[in-house]
């Protein structure tokens, strides 16, 4: 009765295929939800807030007021918009380059915010007037300060951006790497599961034993 091969140094690829694509399904996932979760929240703020005043919520902590923004935040670069469309084609691009040797679900869930939220704010910049590839993005949540005053109005694809940039910093302080490697105190790197199994483990107990016996 033969046995099944047991699986050595030169059959982890296969294996590692499935976290891959895992990975990368998350990936996908999340941005294909943040994109359109974004559209639609721009869409009723469009509809809903329209020649309209501000809509104070939580006890002034947030207003919902239409603006529409050539700019980044507090307006910077409102003069070249044309600029923000070909960044967030490179960021686009940079993602799609990590993804090849993604295996990390964390790393999966930040990259999957970024591209989410760069794509949700690149539509505006393609599509919404004044034209192609200078349009203004619709934002519409300010904090304490109908109009911006406090923090700069903002959308979901903003949101989704700061998170995933955030977890993205979270997951470099600690030492979690994109191919699902984890940086050690010492700077090596190691898988998560690190413990030896099978036949290696196996002689390392019987080589530990021996000493034992003979005394």
């Given at each position: 009765m033969t046995?099944?091969?047991?699986?050595?140094?030169?059959?982890?690829e296969p294996a590692g295929r499935t976290p891959r694509r895992r990975a990368v399904v998350v990936l996908v996932s999340i941005a294909l939800l943040a994109l359109l979760t974004d559209l639609l929240t721009k869409h009723l703020a469009l509809q809903l807030l329209d020649d309209r005043a501000p809509v104070r919520l939580l006890g002034g902590v947030v207003y919902l007021t239409?603006?529409?923004?050539?700019g980044a935040a507090w307006s910077i670069g409102a003069d070249h918009t044309w600029v923000f469309p070909l960044i967030t084609?490179?960021?686009?691009?940079?993602i799609s380059w990590m993804a090849v040797r993604?295996?990390?679900?964390?790393?999966?869930?930040?990259l999957g915010l970024v591209l989410g939220g760069a794509l949700g704010n690149l539509t505006d910049r393609i599509f919404r007037a004044p034209g192609h590839f200078v349009g203004h993005v619709v934002d519409m949540v300010s904090l304490f300060d109908p109009y911006g005053q406090v923090w700069p109005v903002f959308n979901l694809a903003d949101s989704c951006l700061v998170s995933g940039?955030?977890?993205?910093?979270?997951?470099?302080l600690t030492g979690r790497q994109r191919d699902g490697r984890r940086v050690g105190a010492k700077g090596?790197?190691?898988?998560?599961?690190?413990?030896?199994?099978g036949p290696v483990a196996?002689?390392?107990?019987?080589?530990?034993a021996e000493p034992q016996e003979r005394a």
């Open positions: 046995t099944a091969p047991t699986a050595g140094p030169g059959t982890t239409l603006t529409r923004n050539s084609i490179g960021v686009v691009g940079w993604l295996r990390s679900l964390p790393w999966a869930v930040s940039v955030l977890l993205a910093v979270l997951l470099e090596d790197a190691a898988p998560a599961d690190a413990t030896p199994t196996a002689g390392s107990t019987k080589a530990d």
